[in-house]
């Protein structure tokens, strides 16, 4: 993957260099940092949206590398939303089969939407949960809304409980728990507490089931005596 991301790196560069370098009025510097960042750039936007799975991942590498260093445009932004749904609602079809389908490329998105830490990208996320159906993608998503922390009138803490709530009667799923629980603890935390009945509830129903394993059930019930103990 390393090596198929600088060889498409070194192509672009050739390409667009002679462009670049037509004018000499700046310092090289300068041009140089340019020049980088409206290669990846170009990547990143054709990348994400081509056929390949193979594609879309080195623009993930892209857009890992672009945020490492604090751009978190919107270029980046599109792209990400592009491909968090991708297989969901950018559906490519061939004899009526979903071409498409990449979890781990959405699972990844969602990672670094969390990174972004905008309102926009929550708002990416919540419409990632609304719809997608993989688990590793729910449970990235959930942590990424956590990492974030925008709950403006519970909107976050709602689409978490209505993910969990989806697979917890039909295909509980551990990892899943964990992160909701996880995710509620972080929110709590920034937000001085949650008083969400909805959210006790859940908690407890996590606590007491055999459908999950002990230490999801351990951090469910350490989580739930700590919002329930009032703080002096």
């Given at each position: 993957?390393?090596?198929s991301k600088r060889f498409l790196f070194l192509v672009v560069v050739f390409a667009i260099l002679p462009m670049m370098l037509m004018g000499q009025s700046q310092d090289m510097t300068v041009e140089e940092s340019y020049l980088q960042e409206s290669v990846e750039i170009m990547?990143?936007?054709e990348q994400s949206r081509a056929e390949n799975r193979d594609m879309k991942m080195v623009a993930l590498e892209y857009i890992g590398d672009v945020i490492?260093?604090?751009n978190k445009g919107e270029e980046v932004h599109a792209a990400?939303?592009?491909l968090s749904l991708e297989g969901v609602l950018n559906i490519t079809r061939e004899n009526g089969?979903?071409?498409?389908?990449?979890p781990d490329v959405r699972a990844k998105a969602a990672t670094y939407l969390g990174q972004l830490g905008s309102t926009e990208a929550r708002d990416t996320l919540v419409k990632m949960v609304s719809v997608d159906n993989e688990p590793m993608v729910l449970t990235e998503a959930i942590k990424s809304l956590a990492t974030i922390g925008i709950n403006d009138n519970n909107d976050t803490v709602n689409a978490i409980l209505w993910t969990f709530n989806?697979?917890?009667?039909?295909r509980p799923d551990n990892l899943l728990a964990l992160s909701t629980i996880e995710a509620?603890?972080?929110l709590s935390a920034s937000a001085g507490g949650i008083k969400d009945p909805a959210v006790i509830q859940t908690l407890a129903r996590i606590a007491e089931s055999g459908n999950y394993i002990r230490p999801v059930r351990i951090r469910a019930r350490l989580l739930l005596d700590d919002l329930l103990v009032p703080k002096e």
């Open positions: 993957m390393l090596h990547i990143i936007r490492g260093r604090g990400l939303e592009f089969r979903v071409m498409n389908n990449y989806r697979f917890d009667h039909l509620f603890e972080k």
